[in-house]
DNA sequence: CACTTTATATAACTCTCAGATGTAACCTGA
DNA sequence: TCAGGTTACATCTGAGAGTTATATAAAGTG
């Protein structure tokens, strides 16, 4: 019972606190283009090539929302169409080496910016971080694949 | 010399991971508002009234951005103008109840949407996180108030 | 008291999304 | 095999939220 309790607390503890890290973060980082498309692309490194409509769907737009941002980030070469073999009425997307080189770059300026702030922190806290790579990893993979 | 490389190689991985992280959560709790003015109301609760350009300023917004950011936010009564009473020309800008209320509630809502994360992980990952949240509290801290 | 600077507001435009609707490809049963 | 229904995507308009350029009003300055 306490047990379960305080497991309770606990995970409340973490979900608010990584609330108001995101929230602190989201201010570190200026980012140039749309967020949506830059989730987009994440998602179309980790799924691989996927339909618009299920593309819609994980990124919460709806389908002619995502066909346009597909199209602009088909004219600037960042992915690409593909014909799927199986219905011809359905269109893959697929990332390009573009779009790959894109977000690795953007990953690097956001880590450089966070890390200023990281190298500050107490070696305590900053060997907590550290320890809970892990787990951030694990929470990160609890839904990057099939979401539901 | 490796107690430096291995702090710079951490601080690297701990800053690489929060963006994951933040790329992650960014899916996990859709959000009626726009991200910028829950950024500027949440602003507004840690610092007070405040001007609109250094609001602007803070929120990496155009001046005549976060007028009208504000207008609307005025309009749904999250917070309102008060008059500078050292400078005629200047606008101050205070959260309203409303504001607070609103900022209370979404945050509630996001960290109940984290918790089910959270509950599912690993009790030693969990742990991990747990024992991070001082070290997420520094972090959060150290930009919170002025950050040049 | 003119002149410059500062703080905000207004106007016109752009970009990105949502909602309604159209069109082509697939499926199903008589 | 073909008519009717469904699915997947595209197109069209309209609204929201931001930008730059510019105007207005209050402060400072010689």
Redesign the interface.
């Known amino acids: 019972m306490t047990s379960s309790r305080t ?2 607390d ?21 980012s140039q283009m749309s ?1 949506t498309a ?2 987009t692309l ?1 998602t179309l490194v980790y799924r691989g090539p996927i339909r618009i409509s299920e593309l819609a769907e ?3 737009l709806t389908q002619p929302g995502m066909t346009t941002l597909v199209n602009r980030l088909a004219e600037q070469g960042l992915a690409e169409r593909v014909a799927d073999a199986t219905d011809g009425r359905a269109t893959l997307v697929r990332i390009t080496n573009a779009g790959r080189d894109l977000l690795i770059e953007r ?1 690097a300026n ?6 200023t ?7 305590a ?16 993979a ?3 694949n099939g ?1 539901p």
């Open positions: 497991t309770a606990t995970s409340a503890a973490v979900a608010a606190g990584l609330d108001r890290l995101m929230m602190w973060a989201r201010r570190q980082v200026p967020s830059i989730a994440d994980r990124e919460r990953h956001r880590t450089q910016a966070l890390l702030h990281v190298e500050r922190l107490q070696p806290h900053r060997r907590a971080l550290v320890a809970a790579l892990d787990a951030i990893e694990e929470l990160v609890s839904t990057a979401t």
